[in-house]
């Protein structure tokens, strides 16, 4: 046989599943990260292959003897949205019974193949210890600049979760949500050692969010899009603020939120809870406050986040009014790649607990503006002159660390990642009570 005929028949063979579409069988997993299941003593591991697989993690306390623990779950289909229709097997484990503070050693996959091994802490019980987090918004696959300072932070354990506030990868859904897996991989190295907790930002909104919907396993039944839990003496509320801007999901979802936000506000609030728990700390995406450079919703009084839709039948409630009167502590944010502290502010008023110590004993809610951990849009400038209820700026990429300590203190921090990891902010929270009563 000719070379050049060989070489055809070499070519055609190799291009032949490509061509058609047929990828090769590839159940190896990839892309592993744990979430918190919303349940003491609880962890939810996540990965996807590329085939159809088992579900399957195999455990054990760190130090002893390896795998001997066992638990199953499933796999779910999740087709992209894109021209190529991708598929991927997403699959979740939830680990119960794990015991409180405990390190434990973990791989996951099937008999087709298994993960690296990697290890986590399991959250330590009750509200008597001081949780430690990681929080930033808008990172992506291109440009992630604060991600090998997350890598060596996490490495050395100092953080019991990672809160992301929105926007992954730029954007997940790309060259047929190939960029979602890239991203995917590259977070592993701090997702699969401790819960990364999330919420939707606008950079999912494609496809319905469902790469978002389809990759993250939060607590609660709606897809990751709103959930709530517990850690130590505190409370966090994770949402969507995405619902006030792509209507075309469907206007039900923002009503839906809302009542649902509401009640489980008022459930916090009970008396009992707010005494066991009483920071209450929201995440959402997109701020209601910001004083950046740009046109974005944060910069206009009448922000919909802020202050509502009131072009829609029924007009939607914004939620600001909501988070005041059920005495939310902190509301973290992200969107603008930059950092920006507030003053305690409601209704565009800084009510500042005194003049010279304005977070102790605030009377109003404290804003956290973090979303400079780095993607490939850069950073987001600020307007020149600071707006009244703004403390600090920075266009430094970054992200904060947050401790809360007890019931009466709170410790936030921003690092700079262009400083080499120098903390450019600080801020410690007092406050003798909580809830509305603490606001009069
Ligand atoms: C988008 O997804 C949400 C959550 O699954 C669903 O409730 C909603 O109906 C979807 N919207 C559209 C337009 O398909
Ligand atoms: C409706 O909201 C827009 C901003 O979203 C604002 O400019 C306008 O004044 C509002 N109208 C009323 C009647 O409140
Ligand atoms: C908010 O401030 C505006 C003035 O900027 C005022 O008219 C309005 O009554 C205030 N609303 C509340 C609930 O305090
Ligand atoms: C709030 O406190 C800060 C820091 O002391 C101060 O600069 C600012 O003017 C205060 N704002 C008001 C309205 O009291
Ligand atoms: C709460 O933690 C802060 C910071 O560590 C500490 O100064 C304070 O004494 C603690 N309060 C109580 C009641 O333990
Ligand atoms: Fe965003």
Redesign the pocket.
Known sequence: MEMGAFAAIVVFCGLMPLAFGVPPTWKQPEQVHLSYAGVPGSMVVTWTTFSEADSVVEYSIWAGKLFELTAKGQATLFMDGGSEKRKLFIHRVTLTDLKPAVSYVYHCGSDSGWSDIFYFTALKEGVGWSPRFALFGDLGNDNPQSLARLQKDTQIRMYDAILHIGDFAYDMEEDNARIGDQFMRQVESIAAYVPYMTCPGNHENAY??SNY?NRFSMPGNT?S?WYSWNIGPVHIISFSTEVYFFI???LD?LFKQYEWLQKDLEEANRPENRAQRPWIITMGHRPMYCSNADKDDCTQFNSHVRTGLNDTDPPAPGLEDLFYRYGVDLEVWAHEHSYERLWPVYNYTVFNGSRNEPYVNPKAPVHIITGSAGCRERIDPFVPDPRPWSAFRSVDYGYARMQVFNYSHLYLEQVSDDQYGKVIDSMWLVKDQHGPEAWL
Do not use: A, I, M, Q
């Open positions: 319905n969010f919907r897809e899009l075309k999901s469907g979802l």
